[in-house]
Each structure stands twice: as C-alpha cells, then as structure tokens.
C-alpha cells in the first residue's frame, strides 16, 4: 500500500510539465474574466455559491446541505448543480417521481432530505438560474453547487471548501497535485471553510492553518470536522441501528474520498470489510448480487452492510428488493463547526439573504 502510493506520487512528480501548462490555461481563462475580456452576469438576487479549487471530496454536498438547514426554516430555498454523471441534458427541476438518473446523486440526496427545497440541475447555470425563479417565483435564495469555477456567473457570497489535509495552498496543478484553479482564485471568496478537521483541533494547528491559508482582511475563516449520525435503513430510514463494537461492517463505497469513513469505522466496529466502486458508480442488479454475496461470507453474529448517503440514493432503486429484515443502512454525515464559530456563520448566511441587496458583494 505504501509502495503504491510512493509510486504514484513519484509518477505524477513526472507528469510536471502537464500540470504547468494547465496552469497556464487556467491563468489566461481567469485573466480573460478579470479583464472582462469574458462576460459574467450578476443577478440582482441571493445567489449563494459553494466550491473548491481541488478535484475530490472536499465536503460540498453536506456544505450545501448546511446551508439548507439553515435557511429553510426562515426562507424558501433552491439549490442548482450540474447534475453529474445524470442521463439528461439541460435544466430540469427534481419532483414526486424524479429519479437519481435524471438529476445525478447529489441532488438527488439534496431532493429526498429537503424536499421542501427546489432542486435544479442544469449544465448552463446562466440559463438555468432564470428558469429556476421563474417555475419557483417565491424563492429567496439559491445555492449554486459546485460552481466556483463557474465565472459566467458572479455569486453574491461565494464560499471555498479546502480539506484540512490538503490545504489548496500546499497543492499543485493537475495531474501532479489536485488543484482545477489558481491559488488566487481564493481571493473570490467571501467564506474559507476548512473541512475534515480532527475533532480535537488545537489552536496552534489552527493558526498554523491560517498562516498556509493568508486569508485577505475581507475573507472569514471557519474549521469544521465530521460528525456521523446513526445509521437508518435504506428501505424504512424510521428504522435505525448504531454501530458497535461487536459488529463487522461491509462498507459499500463509491466516493472520491473515503478515508475519514475508514477511520471512523475502524473506531466503531470489530471490523470492516470494503466493497469499493467507482465515484458516482450506478448501481446495478448484478452489484446488488455481489454486495448480497459478500455480506453473507461474513460468519459474525453482529454484522451489518453500510452505505453512504450518496452511494445510497443511487442504491435507492432497489429498496422493494432490500426487505427491513435484511442489515442495510445507510450512514448520514454533516459538518460540525469549530471553535465555537456555528453561530457567526449561521448569522453571516441568514444576513447575507435577509438583508439582500444591501448585504456588500463578495466578487
């Protein structure tokens, strides 16, 4: 495993001079937008924008979905993605029988856990966001997912996820590291969250953090962890389970990064097996069968197959075939913020929408 990695990070040292020539693209695009040489629409409404400057998970789906805890209980929400891997094209806002095909994973996760929300895909945001107020004329704010990159439109507050241990400013271009835009692309953004932090960060890892970071005067920092709720079912999510110490977990994964899920599984339960699947794989009878195979070689009394909210709404189609009395659930993940700084964002969100447009602009 080590070698492995050793090897791969060797060969995309190798790969430099790709990752510099994308970066130079990179540069001329956002040069083009600075100069306005590229046009950018700003909408004369809340439009609240969540990214990252990496490709992987940095934490975007349970961001938005934060921001939609937040929100709802005060004002009517939408949210708009692009809908990745989907089997559509163009704008398409998620209904009764809107399927996780039709709008992708995560708006459909977004769909099924806020279906007061309206949910939107559409590839060309600058058409869809007007499409999306004119179906649902009542709304006061929507959430652009994944869109920082997205400079055709300029977002009101624009909200930029880097993971505590791969900080955007320790990274490099693609293929060597993992970053899709520029370091100072970060200037853009009004709110830095760092994501997947330990649970017990100290206050030096912290300052140490920011001193990677520089954030500018303007911009707000904020450090969040992971925290795991208990398990429900995929087919009755009334019915829930906690994992235990005498239980033997088969993880069904199909994430960019499961690594915070294996370190707290390996905290949790006895053990863990891992079925793994390709980011946004779509399921199949012939997958179910493998996952029913392998979770019944598994001799322990105490087991159970586990699955993430969004490899779930993808498994969702086979919940008639997934009966109650079969031991598989699905474990739901949000952000915890840190240092006692919830409230401060909580406020900094609900003022921005509120108190639009006098709230200041953030591009």
């Known amino acids: 495993m080590h070698f492995n990695a050793f090897f791969l990070k060797s060969f995309r040292v190798l790969l430099l001079p790709l990752a510099v020539l994308y970066g130079g693209v990179i540069w001329l695009r956002n040069l083009a937008f600075d100069k306005k040489w590229l046009g950018s629409a700003r909408f004369h409404f809340p439009l609240i924008c969540v990214g990252n400057l990496a490709v992987g998970g940095t934490g975007k789906s349970p961001m938005v979905e934060y921001i939609l805890e937040r929100l709802l209980p005060h004002v009517a929400v939408g949210t708009l993605s692009r809908g990745y891997k989907r089997k559509t094209k163009g704008y398409l806002l998620a209904g009764e029988n809107t399927t996780a095909l039709e709008i992708g994973d995560e708006p459909m996760q977004f769909h099924l856990k806020f279906p007061q929300a309206a949910i939107a895909v559409g590839e060309e945001r600058l058409v869809a966001i007007p499409q999306l107020l004119q179906d649902r004329p009542d709304l006061k704010a929507i959430i652009l997912d994944d869109a920082f990159q997205h400079r055709s439109v300029q977002a009101g507050l624009n909200i930029l996820l880097t993971e505590f241990s791969n900080l955007y400013s320790d990274d490099f271009f ?110 199949s009878v012939d997958d179910l069968r493998q996952i029913k195979k392998q979770f019944d070689q598994i001799s322990a009394p105490h087991k159970m197959i586990l699955t993430t909210e969004k490899d779930a709404v993808r498994l969702h189609k086979f919940k008639e075939e997934i009966s109650a009395s079969d031991a598989f659930y699905v474990l739901p993940i949000r952000h915890r913020i840190l240092f006692d700084q919830a409230a401060a964002l909580d406020k900094y969100l609900l003022d921005f929408v509120l108190q639009f447009p006098l709230s200041p602009t953030h591009e």
């Open 174 to 283: 693609l293929p060597t590291g993992d970053l899709r835009d520029q370091w100072s692309s970060a200037k853009r953004a009004a709110i830095i969250i760092v994501t997947k932090c330990p649970t017990e960060l100290s206050e030096a890892e912290r300052q140490s953090v920011l001193a990677s970071l520089k954030p500018l005067a303007h911009q707000k920092v904020f450090f969040s962890t992971i925290d795991y709720g208990t398990p429900y079912h995929l087919s009755d999510p009334q019915q829930k389970r906690d994992i235990n110490l005498q239980d033997e977990v088969l993880l069904v994964c199909g994430i960019a990064n499961p690594q915070p899920l294996k370190t707290y599984l390996h905290q949790k339960a006895q053990t863990y097996y891992q079925l793994d699947f390709r980011d946004h794989h779509i399921f």
